[in-house]
Every structure is written in C-alpha cells, then in structure tokens.
C-alpha cells in the first residue's frame, strides 16, 4: 500500500506564506492523482486542490488564486503552496493519493475517492 507522510505545517501570521509537503512511499506514485484537504474544528473536512498524474489542477474556489498545488515525481512528493494566508484558513490539512481514474474533475474534490491519506498537519494562522 502507499503510505504519505505531510510536513510543513506550523503557526503563521495572516498574509504569511506556507508550503507543505507531502511525500508519498511506493513505485506508483507518479500514477496516483493527489489532493489535498483540510478540516477545521468542528466542521466537516473540505476539498482544497488536486492534482492528475499528467498535471492537471482544479481548486475549490476559497483557495484558488491564493494556493497552488504541485508535485515533484522523481522525489514522491506532493506540495501545497499556501499564500496570502487568513485566519480561517487554521486547519489540519491533509494529502491524499487516488488511484481510480476518472474524467469528471468533480471526481475528485471527493474524500470518499481517495484510497490513501496522510496523518495530517497543523496549521494556525493568528491574526
């Protein structure tokens, strides 16, 4: 099975940036599509980004323009470039590996569509 291991996470002043990391175990990984997702407090967990094994990137729209989504094949890690940081963007956030294919981007701002996940990683955001 694949396993993901985040970093990065930590406490920042709002209008900071972050960049977390997810690096990922397995010879497949260059396969999977990833995503990343966070949770705050309370709420229910949300659909931040993804990213396709060829490249392709959709975000949910309380993040676009302010995060980016990327990753680096040939060192299993995937990254989430955070920027212009808020106070409500405090969360854990986590990565996520899907390997089921779909064409409907749709698809994959689902939790319930990834096989794998990470542990997670803090992030809190003090104004």
């Known amino acids: 099975q694949v396993q993901l291991v985040e970093s990065g996470g930590g406490l920042v002043q709002a209008g900071d940036s972050l960049r977390l990391s997810c690096a990922a175990s397995?010879?497949?990984?260059?396969?999977?599509?990833m995503g990343w997702f966070r949770q705050a407090p309370g709420k229910e967990r949300k659909f931040l980004a993804t990213?396709?094994?060829?490249?392709?990137?959709y975000y949910a729209d309380s993040v676009k323009g302010r995060f980016t989504i990327s990753r680096d094949n040939a060192k299993n890690t995937g990254y989430l470039q955070m920027n212009s940081l808020k106070p409500e963007d405090t969360a854990v956030y986590y990565c996520?590996?899907?390997?089921?294919?779909?064409?409907?981007?749709?698809?994959?701002?689902?939790?319930?569509?990834?096989?794998?996940w990470g542990q997670g990683t803090q992030v809190t955001v003090s104004s």
């Open positions: 397995g010879r497949t990984f260059s396969t999977l599509a």
């Open positions: 996520a590996a899907a390997r089921t294919f779909s064409s409907l981007t749709r698809y994959y701002t689902g939790e319930r569509n990834y096989e794998y």
């Open positions: 990213i396709a094994s060829g490249g392709f990137t």
